[in-house]
């Protein structure tokens, strides 16, 4: 039989080593990832057995890479086990909700990969195991037998199968025939000894050598004697026989009555996670939408509204509106600051001299202003982060590129007639900026 698989996905290197220590000792081989990136580029070529997620990554997190793995035919199948210090009634029910088949915790102990694997059907169940040759008859091992099994099938199921209830009332019947059976059979034996030992027997011939009278009456006394202590001896061992039955089966309606406990707790307690994660749902769907929010970001004389300090602002703006849940359009608008400028032969346009007065400067405006064109461009680094999120996301967040209204100013300009170059360029450097908002529904 081909190996097992398992890809573990945790930027902790630790965390990886220590879940990849306990799954190779059941001889699973384990690939692991840095990222929710790298686990989805690996998703691409290759197919594990299982998937073990981390919840907290940079970029991409847990629950968004689960739901990128179930939406793509290709890796739906697989099953994926949160792996996470996330705990929590509701925790579990939202990852079951993404796609996840459980959680593990990041304090794990063997036995929780044990269990993980069982459920998983990652090992062989210990149900399918043949039963041994010899079977005790004694209802002590019946129920011990009965118990042990449905223990195993606890384990491995999660919650106690349907027929566990019939299959023991079943297996006790059983044993109470035997005892039955087994009681009658010892007091027919006995019984018949005793009655053949009492029955007098008449002798074929006479005996050869004729018994004194003095010696009979003490002979036949003796064999009265050791009948009746045989008799009294099979009543003994007929009454021990009859009481271990007894007790046998008290302890098995003891055994019965704990199981049924049991079912009923575990059922009630499933019920009641299923009313949470229900309530935990319906607030969720009708929970009010998020505030609108602004974020302003500078942009220097010289660079591109959206160079890579501000894109990467943009993109932790992004992650934290999806970790929050929040659905929306996410509104860029690019405003160009009007510089006062003069033209070098050798630099093209720069920044006039400070001291110099405003009214002198050779030009005004801005060399990065694409709106002045009358287009704006898209750049490409935005382009593809939109289409990221967009895909990532299905649509619930979306992201558009707009030119800022150049009559909607953060500084107003002082006179140019009075004021100097620097003046200027401090009101235009006020008013050259990205700003980024939540403004509403996609």
Same mark, same amino acid.
């Given at each position: &039989?081909?190996?097992? @698989?398992?890809?573990?996905?945790? $930027?902790?290197?630790?965390? @990886? +080593?220590?879940?990849?220590?306990?799954?190779?000792?059941?001889?699973?081989?384990?690939?692991? =990832?840095?990222?929710?990136?790298?686990?989805?580029?690996?998703?691409?070529?290759?197919?594990?057995?299982?998937?073990?997620?981390?919840?907290? &990554? %940079?970029?991409?997190?847990?629950?968004?890479? +689960?739901?990128?793995?179930?939406?793509?035919?290709?890796?739906?199948?697989?099953?994926? &086990? &949160?792996?996470?210090?996330?705990?929590?009634?509701l925790y579990a029910g939202l990852a079951r909700a993404?796609?996840?088949?459980? +959680? !593990?915790?990041?304090?794990?102990?063997?036995? $929780?990969?044990?269990?993980?694997?069982?459920?998983?059907?990652?090992?062989?169940?210990?149900?399918?195991?043949?039963?041994?040759?010899?079977?005790? /008859?004694?209802?002590?091992?019946?129920? #011990?037998?009965?118990?042990?099994? =449905?223990?195993?099938?606890?384990?491995?199921?999660?919650?106690?199968?349907?027929?566990?209830?019939?299959?023991?009332?079943?297996?006790?019947?059983?044993?109470?025939?035997?005892?039955?059976?087994?009681?009658?059979?010892?007091?027919?034996?006995?019984?018949?000894?005793?009655?053949?030992?009492?029955?007098?027997?008449?002798?074929?011939?006479?005996?050869?050598?004729? /018994?004194? %009278?003095?010696?009979?009456?003490?002979?036949?006394?003796?064999?009265?004697?050791?009948?009746?202590v045989l008799a009294l001896a099979a009543l003994a061992?007929?009454?021990? /026989?009859?009481?271990?039955?007894?007790?046998?089966?008290?302890?098995?309606?003891?055994?019965?009555?704990?199981?049924?406990?049991?079912?009923?707790?575990?059922?009630?307690?499933?019920?009641?996670?299923?009313?949470?994660?229900?309530?935990?749902?319906?607030?969720?769907?009708?929970?009010?939408?998020?505030?609108?929010?602004?974020?302003?970001?500078? +942009?220097?004389?010289?660079?591109?509204?959206?160079?890579?300090?501000?894109?990467? #602002?943009?993109?932790?703006?992004?992650?934290?509106?999806?970790?929050?849940?929040?659905?929306?359009?996410?509104?860029?608008?690019?405003? #160009?600051?009007?510089?006062?400028?003069?033209?070098?032969?050798?630099?093209?346009?720069? !920044?006039?001299?400070?001291?110099?007065?405003?009214?002198?400067?050779?030009?005004?405006?801005?060399?990065? $202003?694409?709106?002045?064109?009358?287009?704006?461009?898209?750049?490409?680094?935005?382009?593809?982060?939109?289409?990221?999120?967009?895909?990532?996301?299905?649509?619930?967040?979306?992201?558009?590129?707009?030119?800022?209204?150049?009559?909607?100013?953060? #500084?107003?300009? %002082? %006179?140019?007639?009075?004021?100097?170059?620097?003046?200027?360029?401090?009101? =235009?450097q006020a008013n050259n900026r990205v700003e980024i908002?939540?403004?509403?529904?996609?």
């Open positions: &039989m081909a190996a097992k @698989r398992a890809l573990v996905v945790d $930027d902790s290197k630790s965390a @990886r +080593v220590v879940l990849s220590r306990m799954l190779e000792k059941y001889g699973i081989v384990v690939d692991v =990832a840095e990222s929710a990136e790298a686990a989805l580029e690996y998703l691409g070529t290759s197919r594990p057995d299982v998937v073990f997620m981390d919840h907290l &990554m %940079p970029g991409m997190d847990g629950l968004q890479a +689960v739901r990128e793995i179930k939406a793509n035919p290709a890796t739906a199948a697989i099953p994926i &086990m &949160m792996y996470t210090s996330q705990e929590g009634d993404s796609g996840a088949v459980g +959680v !593990l915790p990041k304090s794990i102990h063997p036995i $929780d990969v044990t269990k993980a694997l069982y459920q998983l059907q990652l090992l062989p169940d210990r149900r399918d195991r043949a039963p041994p040759v010899l079977q005790p /008859v004694d209802g002590a091992g019946a129920v #011990a037998e009965a118990a042990a099994e =449905a223990e195993a099938a606890t384990l491995v199921a999660g919650q106690p199968e349907p027929q566990l209830h019939g299959h023991i009332e079943h297996l006790l019947r059983e044993q109470s025939i035997e005892l039955r059976r087994f009681v009658v059979a010892t007091l027919d034996s006995h019984t018949h000894r005793i009655v053949t030992e009492l029955r007098p027997r008449e002798p074929a011939e006479p005996p050869a050598v004729p /018994v004194p %009278p003095d010696v009979e009456p003490e002979s036949r006394s003796a064999g009265w004697v050791v009948a009746a061992g007929t009454g021990i /026989v009859y009481w271990q039955s007894r007790a046998a089966g008290v302890r098995t309606e003891q055994a019965l009555a704990e199981t049924a406990a049991a079912s009923r707790e575990l059922s009630a307690t499933v019920e009641g996670l299923r009313q949470q994660l229900e309530r935990a749902t319906a607030a969720a769907a009708t929970a009010a939408p998020a505030p609108s929010r602004t974020i302003v970001l500078s +942009v220097p004389f010289g660079e591109a509204p959206l160079g890579a300090p501000r894109l990467d #602002a943009l993109r932790n703006f992004v992650n934290q509106l999806e970790r929050e849940g929040v659905v929306g359009r996410i509104r860029v608008e690019v405003y #160009a600051g009007s510089y006062c400028l003069d033209a070098v032969p050798e630099h093209g346009l720069v !920044l006039a001299a400070p001291a110099a007065p405003a009214a002198q400067c050779e030009q005004f405006g801005n060399p990065q $202003d694409d709106a002045a064109n009358g287009t704006l461009r898209q750049p490409l680094g935005f382009a593809n982060l939109a289409a990221t999120v967009r895909r990532r996301t299905s649509g619930n967040i979306a992201l558009e590129l707009v030119a800022g209204s150049r009559e909607r100013l953060a #500084a107003a300009y %002082p %006179p140019a007639e009075s004021a100097t170059a620097g003046q200027w360029n401090a009101a =235009a908002s939540l403004v509403g529904g996609p």
